[in-house]
């Protein structure tokens, strides 16, 4: 299998990282900034003894050597900057996503693509249209991580390990992302017998406001070590066929009475892509909310033509 990583910033390297120490692929990262991703990958070759890995990856400024990839991570473009919303983002990294789906859909035809690049749902709209590849192969990064905070900040909450908490984010990734209460679990029981209202409310507004929290931290730039483990976790999914279901931006086609939009959804991932669109059993406040969601991304996306 051959994974291409485009952009080799901060989440591009760290893919690339968790990518070439499990042995998931060979791996192909790119950037535009001359010798950069060279750099980066003969650093990670130079790890190879200690850690033992084998030292299979490539770092190019050329579109050639990304020709027959398997899967496509698009991480390229601008980050956010504290006091920006993922939507200010929307105009210059549509030009570069236009710029990146161009040159990857030549060369490898058959890929599936993973975008990360925010803001996350439209910029996976455009790389489906930019491509033309079929919906089914073309999704996006953000149910994952914003599951990850979510059961992060309850074990946190509850000092649980956080490997015991099960939950489960849909919706946008950003304002309108959609916690569900009712399918989350500590150890088997369920969240709303473990915390009151008030707790559930904040540890939800906690996560919608995850990004947001690391960048203010961070003064520069944005997260990028459990955004890595999060598009890792979608690449093993599909490079193993393992048909996991994940939380990704996925195509709805009726779906919860959504169609022909991307929303974060439950998917079975395997070796073409989004195989299943899973229907969870939700509540009629739950779906509002996820219909509102997709609403949304639907109107922002209608706005990329203009731009
Ligand atoms: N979906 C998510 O949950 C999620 C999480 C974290 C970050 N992100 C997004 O991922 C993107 C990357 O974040 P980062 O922290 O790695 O940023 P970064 O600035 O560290 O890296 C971006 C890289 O993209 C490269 N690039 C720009 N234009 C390019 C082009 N046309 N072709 C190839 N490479 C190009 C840049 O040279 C740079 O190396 C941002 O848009 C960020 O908002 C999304």
């Given amino acids: 299998m051959k994974v291409t990583v ?12 968790r990518l070439v120490e499990d042995g998931l692929a060979e791996v192909c990262l790119i950037d535009i900034i001359e ?13 190879s003894p200690i850690e033992g890995f084998e030292p299979a990856i490539v770092g190019t400024n050329d579109y050639a050597d990304t020709a027959g990839s398997d899967v496509v991570v698009i991480t390229a473009g601008f980050p956010r900057q504290p006091g920006m919303s993922r939507m200010d983002l929307l105009g210059k990294n549509a030009a570069i996503m236009r710029d990146v789906v161009g040159n990857i859909a030549s060369g490898s035809p058959g890929a599936i693509l993973i975008v990360v690049t925010n803001p996350l749902d439209e910029m996976t709209f455009l790389a489906a249209e930019a ?43 950003g304002d ?14 369920p969240l709303p017998e473990l915390v009151d209202a008030a707790t559930l409310d904040r540890l939800f507004q906690r996560t919608r406001d995850g990004g947001a929290e690391i960048v203010a931290l961070l003064k520069s730039g944005s997260a990028y070590y459990a955004p890595s483990a999060a598009i890792v976790a979608m690449v ?3 490079v193993t066929d393992s048909k996991a279901v994940l939380p990704v931006c996925a ?51 209608e706005d990329l033509a203009t731009l």
Wanted: charged content about 25%.
């Fill in 176 to 189: 309108s992302m959609v916690a569900l209460p009712r399918h989350a679990t500590v150890n088997g029981k």
């Fill in 131 to 173: 491509s033309g590849f079929p919906k089914e192969r073309v999704m996006g990064m953000a149910g994952v991580l914003d599951s990850a905070r979510l059961r992060y900040f309850i074990a946190e909450e509850l000092g649980a390990s956080p490997s015991a908490v099960e939950a489960i984010t849909l919706g946008s990734h």
């Fill in 6 to 17: 485009v952009g080799s910033g901060f989440v591009g390297q760290t893919t690339a990282m």
């Fill in 251 to 301: 195509w709805a086609t009726g779906q919860y009475g959504i169609a022909d939009v991307y929303v974060g959804l439950p998917a079975r991932l395997g070796g073409k892509g989004v195989e299943e669109i899973v229907e969870l059993d939700l509540n009629d406040d739950e779906l509002a909310q996820l219909r509102e969601a997709a609403e949304g991304i639907r109107a922002k996306c």
């Fill in 35 to 47: 010798d950069k991703p060279q750099g980066i990958a003969l650093d990670l070759k130079e790890a």
């Fill in 236 to 238: 093993r999914a599909i």
